[in-house]
C-alpha cells in the first residue's frame, strides 16, 4: 500500500500522523509544498473504532464519495483541500486500524480519547460543538504566506458540523455541498 507513514509527531500527549495523498491527490492535484499559505477547505472527520455508528457499513461505503465531492468544491474554489481523522480512542493503535479503513487522510490525530489536540480544538475549545460521533466538521481557513517559514492560521471558521449517522448520510447522498464562504 502506497499510504505509507510520512512521519508520526508526539502532540500534545496525542499523535499526529500525517500521510501522503492517496484518492485526494487524484481528486486535488498533489500538494505544492512551496506555498504554505492561502486559504483551504479541511474536512475534520470525528469518529472511534469503538463506536456503532462509525463502524457502519453504510458510512464506510460513502465516505469516497464524501472525500470526492468535497475535493471537487475545494477545486472548483481554487483553494487546498485537506481531509484529517479524528480518532476518539484511547490507544493510537486503534485509531490507525480503524482510519485504515476508510482510505487515506493527510493528517490523522489520535490517541487521548476525547482530549486530543483535534477534539480539544473543534469539540471543547474555540470552535466547540456536541461531543459525538461519527461528526463531520468542515472548516475553511487561510494560512500566512510566511517566507520564514512560520505558518499561522490568519481565519478559521467552521462551514459546517454534522453529527451522527443519519445526518451524515443524507448530507453525502445530496452530494455533500459546502456553504458558500468567504476568506480574508
Same mark, same amino acid.
Given at each position: ?16 500522523? +500525517?500521510? %501522503?495523498?492517496?484518492?485526494?491527490? =487524484? ?5 505544492? $509544498?512551496?506555498?504554505?499559505? !492561502? @486559504? ?42 485537506? +481531509?484529517? %481523522?479524528?480518532?476518539?480512542?484511547? =490507544? ?5 486500524? $480503524?482510519?485504515?479503513?476508510? !482510505? @487515506? ?80
Amino acid at each position: 500500500m502506497f499510504g505509507l507513514l510520512v512521519f508520526m509527531v508526539l502532540f500534545s500527549g496525542g499523535f499526529v500522523v +500525517t500521510r %501522503g495523498l492517496l484518492n485526494v491527490e =487524484r481528486a486535488t492535484g498533489p500538494v505544492q $509544498f512551496d506555498r504554505f499559505g !492561502g @486559504p483551504e477547505l479541511v474536512l475534520l472527520f470525528f469518529a472511534s473504532s469503538t463506536c456503532g455508528a462509525c463502524n457502519d457499513k453504510r458510512l464506510l461505503a460513502a465516505y469516497p464519495a464524501m472525500i470526492e465531492n468535497v475535493a471537487k468544491e475545494a477545486l472548483e474554489r481554487k483553494v487546498r483541500f485537506a +481531509t484529517a %481523522g479524528v480518532g476518539i480512542d484511547h =490507544r493510537p493503535s486503534d485509531a490507525i486500524k $480503524f482510519f485504515n479503513k476508510f !482510505g @487515506p487522510f493527510n493528517e490523522l490525530i489520535i490517541g487521548r480519547n476525547w482530549t486530543n489536540s483535534g477534539a480539544l480544538r473543534y469539540l471543547w475549545g474555540e470552535f466547540s460543538g456536541a461531543p459525538e460521533t461519527p461528526q463531520v466538521v468542515v472548516v475553511a481557513r487561510t494560512l500566512s504566506d510566511s517566507s520564514n517559514w512560520v505558518v499561522q492560521v490568519k481565519s478559521e471558521r467552521v462551514l459546517l458540523r454534522l453529527s451522527g449517522l443519519r445526518q451524515i448520510l443524507r448530507w453525502i447522498n445530496a452530494g455533500a455541498p459546502i456553504p458558500t464562504y468567504a476568506l480574508e
